[in-house]
Each structure stands twice: as structure tokens, then as C-alpha cells.
């Protein structure tokens, strides 16, 4: 089961959904939430993880709790790391296989330290 939404490239957006765009150089603390449905944030291209702290931020410090989705650059290999740090859908790049996004979760089921979703530790979660 892949736990984050995969939208396909291009896809046409939702009515009635306040969207804000966040740069990847703008601080997500100073950001006003209020009515705010999603959050789009960029990878502008692979190497640039600016989008991963940002969205960490908005989760857990900021507790939004709405949709946090991920554009631009988006491979089937940040997808498990994009879900640990708070995003909840994805735009994967074109061409990208979804198939290929439920065998990467697969992979790993599990994880030792604490992230955006999991505030405890494996070992203090017993």
C-alpha cells in the first residue's frame, strides 16, 4: 500500500481548494495557514531538497493538517522519504511508473527513528 496520494502529470486541479505555493526559499513558519486546504511545495530539480525541511516544518511544528503535496522533480525514490517528512500526494515527474512507487514502500516498511508521522522511536513505541 503506497500511503501517499500519487497524482499524475498533469492533471487537472480540484474546485473550491484554497492552494498556496510555497518557494523553496520561503520560510514555512511565516506562512499564514488560515483556510488553507494544500500546500504545494517544489522540487525543482533532484538535488535541491529544500521541500523535505519545509514540509517537516509545516507537520510538525506548525501542525497543518491538511494536505501537503509535493510538484517538479518528484522521483520514485524520494517517495518514502517525502512521506517520513510530512507530505500527504505526490506529482510524480512524467514517464514515472506508480507501480514502481508501491514496491519502494514496500522496501522499507519500517523505520528506527522518529519522523513527521511517527513522533517516537522503534524502541520506545513498545
Given amino acids: 500500500m503506497i500511503p501517499l496520494q500519487l497524482i499524475a502529470a498533469g492533471s487537472t486541479a480540484e474546485e473550491n481548494v484554497k492552494v498556496v505555493t510555497l518557494a523553496n526559499d520561503a520560510d514555512p513558519m511565516e506562512l499564514s495557514l488560515e483556510g488553507v486546504d494544500?500546500?504545494?511545495l517544489d522540487f525543482p530539480k533532484f538535488t535541491d531538497g529544500r521541500a523535505f525541511s519545509q514540509a517537516y516544518l509545516l507537520r510538525r511544528r506548525r501542525k497543518f493538517a491538511g494536505d501537503i503535496r509535493a510538484t517538479g522533480d518528484v522521483l520514485i525514490d524520494q517517495l518514502v522519504q517525502m512521506y517520513r517528512t510530512g507530505f500527504s500526494s505526490a506529482v510524480l515527474k512524467e514517464g514515472k511508473d506508480p507501480v514502481e512507487a508501491?514496491?519502494?514502500?514496500?522496501?522499507?516498511?519500517?523505520?528506527?527513528q522518529a519522523d513527521a508521522r511517527e513522533a517516537q522511536?522503534?524502541?520506545?513505541?513498545?
Fill in 38 to 40: 494544500r500546500i504545494e
Fill in 121 to 126: 522511536p522503534h524502541f520506545a513505541r513498545v
Fill in 102 to 112: 508501491e514496491r519502494q514502500f514496500a522496501r522499507y516498511a519500517e523505520f528506527y
